[in-house]
């Protein structure tokens, strides 16, 4: 008996410390309920700071302050710095090591924002404002707290960058803060990138990872970026479409014209861009230029089975948005945003309303915005895109019509492109996504969707070049967040969601 009752205490002391690290993990997640609970006003005013920030990534000056403000911020967490820079806006990178960790995750969000046009916005866009959840009205302002009081998950900050994408950094470092406080190590060492022109196509990014990659060596990297799903399930998305515009412009006479004296002889540019871009999709809402899905990779047994787990929304959707019918009403969301799309995204020509002019102008315009799928390339596309048009009678040029241009050619269509990059998508099925989605489900037993890509683009393609790990986007912002558009916002739920998120993924991955 006395053997048996040393053994049991050898066991004791061998199976103890495995008790204490299994346990660890619980108090993850109390200590983040607990640090909310008791900071949560600390939390909304420095995301307020960083909010009141102009950001547009083309005026540097204020992307630099931006800077300035996350790298004091990221200090008082222990994190080293370096602010990266390859002739553009700004990139801060932040590392964190933790004692006896042999993983590493990257975390990068960018920190920019798109431009503004103030006339559209509420109030002003960095003048962060809280509003209930009525959003279509506007919502109700709420007076920002001055002490701690309950505060309702489905109220918002109005700001540009609120969803789009400046939260991460404020939800991870509170996930830090939660951590530290209750002395839980994260169980990896932690790497930050946050990049400074992400909204502007992030054009010096190849540049500088030529230069610094060496910096990202890990073992998962996560893309904090983008809206969960329209059904306000967490998800993991797994990629991105590609990008690529083109400005278009038709020509008409020199100089305006009386439509009633000229209009049945004058080339008319209104009526010749309305055709051109009418060219471009078939009745059935499908693309028309010839060979345009040839290289499309059909869609992985994987990936048809994650879109059909989805829960439909295509009804709520409508009826959210205002809209009888889909663009492809045979396909829903998430299979539409697999193939690729030409979008019009802004016509310019003439006058309407108060404001008509009996008049032939000189010329119209449109933008056109290509989003691709694994398979196609920018380079491409263009090549395809300028077939189209000349296969409709028309003189394409890269430039602006001369005189001489439009003299010696009877229809002449100017196009101007604009750099774009490829899609990704990753493995559905690897070890860490697995992993990934386990750490999740844990959180409220309630499963993320698995979604193979999402609509928008990510310059994702360029980290595969110097990354050797799987890469993973791991969304929080609600999807009705007004990304790019004015009244931005997001949900303080889903910024508390994160906060919770980033705590169990640095705790248990």
């Given at each position: ?45 420095d ?6 920030l102009?950001n ?30 390859a ?25 920019d924002?798109q ?20 959003i ?22 109005f ?57 990202l060596?890990t ?42 004296h ?25 693309i ?18 994650a879109?059909?787990a ?13 809209i ?23 016509i ?16 119209a315009?449109?933008?056109i ?19 189209h ?13 001369t005189?001489?241009v439009l ?16 899609a ?7 070890p ?9 489900t844990?959180?409220d ?9 999402m ?39 889903n ?13 248990e991955?």
């Amino acid at each position: 008996m006395k053997g048996i009752g040393i053994l049991l205490v050898a066991v004791v002391i061998i199976i103890s410390p495995c008790r204490l690290i299994a346990q660890s993990k619980q108090p993850a997640s109390q200590a983040v309920a607990s640090w909310k609970k008791s900071h949560a006003l600390d939390i909304l005013n420095d995301f307020r700071d960083l909010l009141s920030l102009p950001n547009v990534a083309t005026d540097i000056k204020a992307m630099e302050k931006n800077a300035d403000w996350i790298e004091t911020y990221l200090r008082k967490r222990q994190f080293k710095i370096q602010r990266l820079s390859a002739g553009g806006a700004p990139y801060v990178f932040a590392e964190r090591t933790t004692p006896g960790a042999d993983k590493t995750v990257l975390v990068y969000a960018h920190f920019d924002g798109q431009p503004v046009k103030p006339e559209h916005w509420l109030t002003p866009a960095w003048s962060p404002q809280l509003r209930d959840n009525t959003i279509q009205a506007g919502g109700k302002n709420i007076p920002w707290p001055t002490h701690s009081a309950p505060l309702d998950d489905d109220w918002r900050i109005f700001a540009r960058s609120a969803g789009d994408d400046k939260a991460p950094v404020i939800a991870l470092m509170a996930a830090i803060d939660a951590l530290d406080q209750a002395n839980i190590d994260p169980v990896v060492n932690i790497k930050i990138l946050l990049d400074g022109e992400e909204e502007a196509g992030s054009p010096t990014l190849a540049k500088l990872l030529k230069t610094h990659g060496n910096l990202l060596t890990t073992d998962l990297m996560l893309f904090c970026d983008g809206p969960m799903h329209q059904s306000r399930k967490r998800q993991l998305v797994f990629g991105v479409r590609g990008v690529s515009s083109v400005e278009l412009r038709t020509y008409g006479p020199s100089r305006p014209l009386h439509s009633g004296h000229y209009g049945n002889w004058a080339p008319n540019a209104a009526e010749q861009m309305v055709a051109v871009l009418d060219s471009l999709h078939d009745k059935d809402g499908l693309i028309a230029v010839k060979d345009f899905y040839a290289d499309v990779k059909p869609m992985t047994e994987s990936e048809n089975k994650a879109i059909n787990a989805m829960p439909e929304i295509e009804q709520a959707l409508k009826h959210d948005l205002t809209i009888n019918t889909s663009r492809l009403e045979k396909t829903r969301i998430e299979q539409a945003i697999m193939q690729p799309g030409i979008i019009i995204t802004g016509i310019e020509v003439g006058s309407t309303g108060e404001h008509t002019r009996n008049v032939l102008v000189p010329d119209a315009s449109a933008s056109i915005n290509f989003r691709l799928v694994p398979g196609q390339t920018p380079e491409k596309v263009r090549q395809l895109i300028e077939s189209h048009f000349k296969s409709l009678g028309y003189h394409v040029i890269n430039n602006i019509a001369t005189s001489k241009v439009l003299l010696e050619n009877a229809r002449v269509l100017s196009l101007e492109w604009s750099e774009g990059y490829p899609a990704f998508r990753a493995d559905l099925d690897s070890p860490m996504a697995r992993q990934l989605k386990q750490i999740l489900t844990q959180l409220d037993r309630e499963p993320p969707l698995m979604t193979p890509t999402m609509g928008g683009s990510l310059p994702i393609y360029l980290f595969e070049s110097v990354i050797d790990a799987p890469i993973i986007i791991l969304p929080i912002a609600n999807h009705d967040n007004n990304q790019h558009g004015p009244n931005e916002n997001i949900r303080l739920g889903n910024l508390w969601d994160a906060i919770e998120i980033y705590a169990a993924v640095l705790t248990e991955l």
